[in-house]
């Protein structure tokens, strides 16, 4: 049973188009996560939400708008893509304190053409 | 802010030799440390944490201790294996910030 899964795995699209990632975890988890990793492997938490309610949104341009439907959701919805949004984006999950581990999905590769 | 340095990459050996990776942290307050790994084409996985200092985690024959005087975090394991290659991520999560802050990865390359 996949714990925190993702969709798409790829993601080919041209600049200015507008495109989503969903993710959704079976965790039981208060908490959820969008992460960027660019393409020299660094990782940058973009946001969290915790029971549907955003906590966290580290100066991430406003093209990107996460959605949280309920606690076991959160989509990443990216509008005008630019060449620089090319990168993996994971999204994670964790219970709702602040030193428990997060868990990963297997990421999204999002390519601007 | 708080951040985490790692060493830079590759780190290349042959199998059965013993690794380390370097990890040292700077934050506020008493923050948890991670080690997470990420296989090639896979998302992250923790491999061990630590949540106080002088603790030691440990999984799969990796082991780190959270060094509060040095702010250090190294990774080791005294026996790679060609299944370790991968790339290493130190993190640390501070009190009432429910991110990670993550280093810049290390990449592992264990020859046969």
């Known amino acids: 049973d996949t714990a925190v899964s993702q969709t798409p795995k790829y993601l080919v699209t041209q600049m200015g188009n507008d495109k989503s990632i969903k993710c959704e975890q079976n965790?039981?988890?208060?908490?959820m996560y969008w992460y960027k990793q660019d393409s020299k492997k660094f990782l940058k938490i973009m946001f969290s939400y915790n029971n549907k309610e955003l906590i966290i949104n580290e100066t991430v341009p406003n093209r990107f708008s996460p959605k949280s439907p309920d606690k076991a959701h959160l989509n990443l919805h990216i509008n005008s893509l630019e060449l620089g949004d090319s990168a993996v984006y994971f999204c994670?999950?964790?219970?709702?304190?602040?030193?428990?581990?997060?868990?990963f999905g297997d990421g999204t590769r999002l390519s601007i053409l | 802010g708080d951040s985490v340095t790692q060493m830079e990459g590759p780190v290349t050996l042959s199998e059965e030799a013993f690794l380390t990776i370097n990890c040292t942290y700077t934050?506020?307050?008493?923050?948890?440390l991670f080690w997470y790994v990420q296989y090639p084409g896979e998302g992250l996985q923790l491999l061990l944490k630590a949540t106080k200092a002088d603790d030691k985690g440990s999984n799969k024959g990796f082991e780190a201790t959270y060094r509060k005087e040095t702010t250090s975090f190294h990774l080791e394991k005294g026996s790679v294996q060609v299944s370790d290659s991968a790339v290493y991520f130190c993190?640390?999560?501070?009190?009432?910030?429910?991110?990670?802050?993550f280093g810049t990865g290390t990449r592992l390359l264990v020859s046969p």
């Open positions: 934050a506020t307050g008493y923050p948890s």
């Open positions: 965790l039981g988890h208060d908490t």
């Open positions: 994670a999950s964790s219970q709702d304190q602040g030193y428990q581990p997060q868990h």
């Open positions: 993190a640390l999560s501070n009190t009432g910030f429910q991110k990670l802050v």
